[in-house]
């Protein structure tokens, strides 16, 4: 355990937000090459690993989403969780990645994938065209551990874009933002309810009347807004602002608001975030959409959804409702990067998991989760795979409220000892 948060803390201390990896990724290089690894760096800086004759494929991310003054972590301890001041951890997916060096330094006949950039839409694996070479992958990117993912929902980005052409108007001018609301995964963390930053402050603006000159909002596209921003005028004074909106009064004067302003908050405003409808089931979300982002890019005014669903049908109804949405308010719709679900399926390989982690967490279980999982691709790419996730107990990932149980970290651990070890008679 000792030697895992160790690990751990060296890859805190190096920067690795999402397209900025690189000296992340040439520490982890050389640590596999030290332990006698043969070393495998594709072109969308994914690291394949692999010692002897590989019997199980371990599988984490080694980017990070970063929130508040990370990637400048200083770490806290305090009641058996590690969290970090003022930004996000990067236990997500760092803690798996620390495993991993850790069974490096223990095990022989294993392979393993960290992969770049997953944070960003799943775009490393999606690159990653190597050879598994056990079909056997245990991913370490889940967050309870009282669970055995075999199963995740599929995903997509949905941009609605519009002219970005601007008009003089005159009126009281105001610059207003938020900064503190708690944010949170998209996926894991959207049945919470959790507020939404760009939609709370194009609300505010729509209902007094105003437009916009400026908005920006949001942090990554698979994360719930915490923050938002926006320069906009009113015909009148805003004597009453909520304790959650700061603000400043730049007095009455002439902007330059977005001839699109009132298509652009009208439709934040219709726009339906979270959870669309259920799977009773699984227990979890079925379909859900996340408003992530907002703001001018590339000469057009920009929002980007982040859907997703355990099914296709639910992932293509979701994208109809929101292109018919954005197109009803005069805006352009556009698909981007899709991801299939990966089905819940039972296997030999899955229950052998599953009764290693019991000797650890016997109230364990098989069970899916409502984001996105790498293996899931990794099984889209060769079907021959058999998958499943594991993690520690992680709160809050993809904010800075983040924070990893120590004592689950320990009981994940001797588990994938327990799985490297018995593998090899499987």
């Known amino acids: 355990m000792k030697?895992?948060?160790?690990?751990?803390?060296?890859?805190?201390e190096i920067p690795h937000l999402s397209y900025e990896t690189e000296a992340l990724r040439d520490f982890l290089v050389e640590f596999a090459k030290k332990h006698e690894f043969s070393v495998e760096v594709d072109s969308a800086g994914n690291i394949y690993v692999c010692k002897g004759e590989p019997k199980i494929c371990l599988q984490a991310h080694y980017d990070m989403v970063g929130v508040g003054l990370a990637p400048q972590i200083e770490l806290v301890e305090q009641d058996g969780f590690l969290s970090a001041k003022n930004s996000s951890l990067g236990a997500d997916n760092g803690i798996g990645v620390a495993i991993i060096m850790a069974m490096m330094s223990e095990f022989d006949n294993f392979e393993a994938v960290l992969t770049n950039n997953e944070e960003v839409g799943l775009w490393g694996v999606r690159e990653f065209n190597g050879t598994i070479k056990s079909k056997k992958m245990l991913n370490l990117d889940s967050e309870d551990e009282n669970e055995v993912i075999i199963g995740c929902a599929g995903s997509a980005e949905i941009r609605a874009l519009c002219d970005s052409a601007r008009e003089k108007k005159s009126g009281f001018c105001y610059e207003i933002f938020i900064d503190d609301f708690p944010g949170g995964h998209s996926g894991i963390e959207i049945h919470k309810n959790l507020p939404n930053a760009i939609k709370f402050l194009a609300e505010f603006i729509a209902k007094n009347g105003g437009k916009i000159a400026e908005f920006s909002g949001g942090e990554r596209a698979n994360s719930i807004p915490a923050k938002a921003s926006a320069t906009a005028i009113f015909k009148n004074e805003i004597s009453n602002f909520p304790n959650f909106i700061k603000h400043k009064f730049l007095g009455f004067k002439e902007c330059e608001i977005y001839e699109n302003s009132d298509n652009i908050l009208n439709l934040i405003c219709e726009f339906k975030q979270g959870v669309r409808d259920f799977n009773d089931e699984l227990g979890l979300p079925q379909t859900s959409i996340n408003l992530s982002l907002a703001g001018e890019k590339n000469g057009k005014f920009e929002l980007l959804f982040y859907a997703r669903s355990m099914s296709e049908k639910g992932l293509k109804?979701?994208?109809?409702?929101?292109?018919?949405?954005?197109?009803n308010f005069g805006l352009e719709c556009v698909f981007g990067e899709t991801s299939e679900p990966w089905q819940p399926q039972r296997s030999e390989f899955s229950e052998f998991i599953l009764k290693n982690l019991q000797k650890f967490v016997p109230t364990a279980k098989l069970g899916a989760v409502h984001a996105g999982l790498e293996c899931g691709v990794f099984i889209t790419k060769d079907s021959e795979i058999q998958a499943a996730s594991i993690g520690p107990n992680i709160t809050s990932p993809h904010s800075t409220h983040e924070k990893v149980e120590l004592k689950s970290?320990?009981?994940i651990l001797n588990a994938v000892r327990e799985i490297i070890s018995g593998v090899q008679n499987l």
């Open 3 to 12: 030697k895992v948060m160790n690990y751990f803390r060296q890859i805190c």
């Open 409 to 411: 970290v320990e009981k």
């Open 317 to 327: 109804g979701v994208k109809y409702q929101t292109k018919m949405s954005a197109e």
